[in-house]
């Protein structure tokens, strides 16, 4: 079956360096969907991605779409405290048989 | 406009013993998914349901049932608890329109 594959699984930075997280699938993705979940929380729609090599900025968020739509990234500019989080990907084939795959995320802490 | 909403919030059962999770979706959605999340890990699809019909499944046993009613409220069912069955369970909705997933605060359910 599909699955979906989320790197780092942690990553602490101090307050105003950058980040990043990658999402790989092992199989071709209709759309990737980004979310985030503040601890205690539950997961909140960030953005969606359709085309193929597409790029959306949210503010100090960045979202790309591989060419082949296979692997996404999430960079975040200047980190600040707010961004603490857990950083989900999923991704879903297509078709009629709805199914969404999220990756297992990476937890961001902050450092101020 | 109203969220997604889930009762209840928590609840401890026993092993074997059969749990019903509820959820009401935001106004104007006719789709509804359930989730698990284990803890330290990414939600992980159960089933969808649209128009009072399963229109999606994930690789969760036949014990793990659902229902759709009229007004688009929904049910979760697990019957023969196990220990890992322990998680939060999330229900989403979201119109027919769109795949973004609008995730209610979820359940947390504990099993002894």
């Known amino acids: 079956g599909q699955q979906v594959m989320q790197i780092p699984q942690y990553q602490h930075v101090q307050e105003g360096e950058d980040f990043t997280t990658y999402c790989n699938s092992s199989?071709?993705?209709?759309?990737i969907q980004w979310y985030k979940q503040r601890p205690g929380g539950h997961p909140v729609f960030l953005i969606q991605?359709?085309?193929?090599?597409e790029v959306k900025k949210q503010k100090r968020l960045t979202f790309q779409f591989g060419e082949a739509k296979k692997n996404s990234s999430l960079h975040i500019t200047a980190t600040q405290t707010t961004d603490v989080g857990t950083y989900f990907c999923?991704?879903?084939?297509?078709?009629?048989?709805?199914?969404?795959?999220f990756g297992k995320g990476t937890l961001l802490t902050v450092n101020p | 406009e109203t969220g997604v909403t889930q009762s209840p919030t928590h609840l401890i059962k026993t092993r074997g013993q059969q749990v019903t999770l509820r959820c009401s979706s935001q106004?104007?959605?006719?789709?509804v998914s359930w989730y698990q999340q284990a803890l330290g890990q990414g939600p992980q699809f159960i089933f969808q349901?649209?128009?009072?019909?399963?229109?999606g499944r994930g690789n969760f046993p036949p014990r793990f049932s659902g229902l759709q009613f009229p007004n688009y409220s929904s049910e979760l069912n697990v019957n023969a608890l196990e220990l890992d069955d322990s998680a939060l369970y999330l229900c989403?909705?979201?119109?027919?329109?769109?795949?973004?997933?609008?995730f209610g605060p979820g359940t947390r359910l504990t099993v002894t």
């Open positions: 199989t071709t993705l209709s759309n």
């Open positions: 991605l359709v085309k193929s090599g």
């Open positions: 999923a991704g879903w084939s297509g078709g009629s048989n709805y199914k969404l795959t």
């Open positions: 106004s104007g959605h006719n789709t």
């Open positions: 989403a909705s979201n119109p027919a329109s769109s795949t973004q997933q609008y």
């Open positions: 349901y649209y128009r009072e019909e399963e229109n």
